[in-house]
C-alpha cells in the first residue's frame, strides 16, 4: 500500500520485510476490555496464534505519544500494567501523540495506523457498532470500517450492541460481512446471534481473493469476517442477555455514556458471569488471530504470484 510513506514517518518504527504476512492486532481490549493480568496473557497468547498460523503478529499501541506498530514484550507489560490508558480511536490518534499520553488502540484506531504502516489485516474480538436505544451512540468503528481497505477478523460485534441496527448500518457504509464457515452472524459469546451474514465463506484463501476482487473493483470499504467462537467455550445468548440488559439500566443510572460505555458494560458483564466470560472471550480472541495469520498468509501469497 503506501510502504514509502511509513518508511519517511519518524514515529511508525517498523520495517517490514519483504513477502512477509503481517497481522495487526488492536490494543482497546488489552488496556479497557479484560481485566489485569488476563489482558498482558491474552495478548501473549494472540501473538503466539498469529505466528503459529505463519505470520507475524505487531500489536498497534500508543506509548507515550509514540505511535508503536509492534510491542516489545516490556513493552506490551508497562501497557496491560498502565494506570489510566487513554482509549484511542481515530479522532483520539493525534492527541494522544501530541499529549504524550499512553492508550489502546480501537478497531478504528487500529485501523488507521495499521492502514498508514501499509498492513492489509488486523483482528480483534468484537468491533463497536450502534448501541441499544441510545441512536446517537455509534462507534466511530463503522465510518473507519466503511473507509479503509483492511481486512478485520472479529467474532461479531459487542454483545451489548444492537446488532440488527449495527448490521443495517454495515450494508449502509458498504461493508461487506463474511461469515467463516457460517451463515448467522455470530454473537460474540454465542456462536448465533440470530441475525445472517451477507456471503459464507469456507477458507482463509477464498477470503483473501475475495478482498482482492473487492478492492480491485474499486470498493474502499473494510471487509468484516465473522468468526464464530469454539462450540466448546461458546455460552447460550440466553444467558448473557439477562445481565447485558441489567448492565445496560445500571450504565444509564449512573449516567455513563460516550467512550466509556464500553469498558463500563464489559466490566460489569465479567463481574456478573466472571470465568465463564473471560474464558470465552480468551478463546475468541485466539481464534480470530489465528484466523486473520492464515488469511494474512493468503493474501501475502496472492501478491507475490501477481508481482512475478
Ligand atoms: N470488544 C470487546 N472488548 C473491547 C472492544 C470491543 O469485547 O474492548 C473495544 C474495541 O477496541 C472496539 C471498541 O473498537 O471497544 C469500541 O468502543 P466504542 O464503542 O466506544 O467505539
Ligand atoms: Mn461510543
Redesign the pocket.
Known amino acids: 500500500m503506501n510502504d514509502k510513506q511509513h518508511a519517511s514517518s519518524p514515529d511508525i518504527e517498523f520495517e517490514r520485510r519483504r513477502g512477509e504476512a503481517v497481522v495487526a492486532l488492536?490494543s482497546?481490549?488489552i488496556t479497557?476490555?479484560l481485566p489485569k493480568p488476563l489482558n498482558y496473557q491474552a495478548a501473549m497468547e494472540m501473538q503466539k496464534q498469529v505466528r503459529n498460523a505463519g505470520a507475524m503478529p505487531v500489536i498497534i499501541a500508543i506509548l507515550n505519544g509514540r505511535v508503536k506498530i509492534g510491542l516489545t514484550e516490556p513493552e506490551l507489560k508497562d501497557l496491560s500494567q498502565s494506570k489510566d490508558p487513554y482509549k484511542i480511536?481515530d479522532r483520539d490518534i493525534a492527541f494522544s501523540v501530541f499529549k504524550k499520553y499512553t492508550g489502546g488502540t480501537?478497531?478504528?484506531g487500529t485501523m488507521i495506523l495499521a492502514g498508514r504502516a501499509g498492513l492489509h489485516i488486523m483482528a480483534?474480538?468484537?468491533?463497536?457498532g450502534v448501541h441499544r436505544g441510545q441512536s446517537f451512540d455509534i462507534?466511530?468503528?463503522m465510518r473507519v470500517l466503511s473507509q479503509n481497505p483492511l481486512i478485520v477478523v472479529c467474532s461479531g460485534a459487542?454483545s451489548i450492541l444492537d446488532l440488527g441496527a449495527t448490521l443495517e448500518m454495515l450494508e449502509t457504509l458498504g461493508v461487506p460481512v463474511v461469515g467463516y464457515r457460517t451463515n448467522q452472524f455470530p454473537g460474540?459469546y454465542s456462536r448465533d446471534s440470530g441475525f445472517s451474514v451477507t456471503t459464507r465463506l469456507e477458507k482463509p484463501s477464498e477470503i483473501a481473493s475475495f478482498a482482492k476482487i473487492h478492492w480491485s473493483s474499486g470498493a474502499r470499504s473494510a471487509i468484516l469476517i465473522a468468526n464464530p467462537i469454539n462450540e466448546k467455550e461458546a455460552i447460550e445468548r440466553s444467558k448473557i442477555e439477562p445481565i447485558i440488559v441489567d448492565a445496560i439500566e445500571r450504565a444509564e443510572k449512573d449516567h455513563i455514556q460516550g467512550?466509556s460505555?464500553?469498558?463500563y458494560l464489559?466490566g460489569r458483564l465479567t463481574e456478573v458471569a466472571g470465568e465463564e466470560i473471560l474464558r470465552a472471550?480468551l478463546s475468541l480472541l485466539n481464534t480470530n488471530a489465528h484466523l486473520a495469520g492464515e488469511i494474512a498468509v493468503a493474501l501475502e501469497s496472492i501478491s507475490t504470484v501477481k508481482s512475478v
Open positions: 488492536e482497546a481490549l479497557h476490555g480511536s480501537t478497531v478504528a480483534t474480538g468484537g468491533i463497536g462507534s466511530p468503528d459487542k460474540f467512550q460505555l464500553t469498558p464489559l472471550n
